[in-house]
C-alpha cells in the first residue's frame, strides 16, 4: 500500500507560480512511477505530467509542454510540479498517482495508476 499526500496548492494570480509537492509512504518510492492529472470542475480528470522510477523519463500534456516542469527526489519520498505562468484555465483539484513500475518508464494513462493522493485545489484568478 502506498500512501499519496498532496501540498502546495493555493490561490495565485494570473501569470504566477506555484509548487506542488506529493509526499508518499509506504513502500519503496523509487520503484514507483509518478504522475500528476487534474480535474477542473464539471470536465473529466486529464493527465498533466509523469516520471519514470528514476526521473529519466518525463512526459508532459502538451497544454502544459515548457510551461510546467515535473521532478522527484527518491531520497525524501516526493515527486514536485513546478508550475510556472499559470493561467485561469489551470485552475483545477491537482492529484498525484502512483504505481508499481520498477525499472519502467513513465505512465501517462489514468487507468495505469494504482495509487492516488487526495488532491490539491489550484484556483488562478485572472
Known amino acids: 500500500q502506498v500512501q499519496l499526500v498532496e501540498s502546495g496548492g493555493g490561490l495565485v494570480q494570473a501569470g504566477g507560480s506555484l509548487r506542488l509537492s506529493c509526499a508518499a509512504s509506504?513502500?519503496?518510492?523509487?520503484?514507483?512511477?509518478m504522475g500528476w492529472f487534474r480535474q477542473a470542475p464539471g470536465k473529466e480528470r486529464e493527465f498533466v505530467a509523469a516520471?519514470?522510477?528514476?526521473?529519466?523519463?518525463?512526459y508532459y500534456a502538451g497544454s502544459v509542454k515548457g510551461q510546467f516542469t515535473i521532478s522527484r527526489d527518491n531520497a525524501k519520498n516526493t515527486v514536485y510540479l513546478q508550475m510556472n505562468s499559470l493561467k485561469p484555465e489551470d485552475t483545477a483539484v491537482y492529484c498525484c498517482?502512483?504505481?508499481?513500475?520498477?525499472?519502467?518508464?513513465?505512465?501517462?494513462?489514468?487507468?495505469?495508476?494504482?495509487?492516488w493522493g487526495q488532491g490539491t485545489q489550484v484556483t488562478v484568478s485572472s
Open positions: 509506504g513502500r519503496t518510492f523509487s520503484n514507483y512511477a
Open positions: 516520471i519514470s522510477w528514476n526521473g529519466g523519463v518525463t
Open positions: 498517482a502512483a504505481d508499481y513500475r520498477p525499472g519502467g518508464g513513465a505512465l501517462s494513462n489514468s487507468r495505469e495508476y494504482r495509487y
